[in-house]
């Protein structure tokens, strides 16, 4: 049995806590429940390719969320901004989310999000999993931009530091690819997952 055949009879299990996640789900019309996975945090090994990170951390949140719910199907995300071959994760605190978006002020990054479609059956489990990459450009950003916009705190749980689809839309140039993938969630790539497309 493939993932996106498995549990019909159940809502679609949301492996994550991220608000922007559900908030992506629901718009699009699809059932689901939150369990979240956030123990299940892998760290990025030596050498290790990012968009492999990516997948290989979605699928360990759903897959520890499908052990738990046998016979449910399970959706797990993983979204990592990279700049310079370097993940860019969530601030540890203020200084940190100015370090960051300096770094990002007047160049162009990747949001990588890796979607990993989970279902588990006694020993068997069936994963589906794959990435989604967008490009974005930040404008030049003056110091007391990047001071007001992190005194928001806006930034403090969002990868690379910033949210597109709030505040942060405004640091952004332009960007290519899916939009809801820079927000944390590629709902193009996860509606064909689930055979909605």
Do not use: W
């Not at 403090?156 to 332009?174: E, F, H, W």
Request: proline residues 5%; charged residues 25%.
């Amino acid at each position: 049995m493939s993932p996106a055949n498995g549990g019909r009879g159940a809502p679609l299990i949301l492996a994550s806590a991220s608000p922007r996640r559900r908030e992506l789900l629901a718009q699009c019309g699809i059932e689901f429940e939150v369990i979240g996975a956030e123990d299940a945090e892998p760290l990025r090994e030596t050498a290790e390719d990012c968009l492999a990170f990516a997948r290989r951390a979605a699928e360990a949140k759903a897959s520890r969320v499908a052990r738990r719910h046998p016979h449910r199907l399970v959706l797990g995300a993983d979204t990592i901004v990279v700049v310079d071959d370097e993940v860019l994760g969530k601030p540890a605190d203020a200084q940190d989310a100015a370090a960051m978006l300096r770094r990002l002020s007047g160049r162009a990054h990747c949001v990588h999000t890796g979607v990993a479609l989970v279902f588990a059956a006694g020993d068997e489990i069936d994963v589906d999993s794959r990435t989604a990459t967008s490009k974005v450009t930040f404008r030049v950003l003056p110091e007391t931009e990047i001071q007001a916009y992190v005194a928001t705190g806006e930034p403090m749980d969002k990868a690379g530091a910033y949210g597109i689809q709030g505040l942060g839309g405004r640091l952004v140039a332009r960007f290519e690819g899916s939009f809801t993938n820079i927000v944390g969630l590629p709902m193009e790539l996860v509606r064909q997952m689930l055979g909605r497309e």
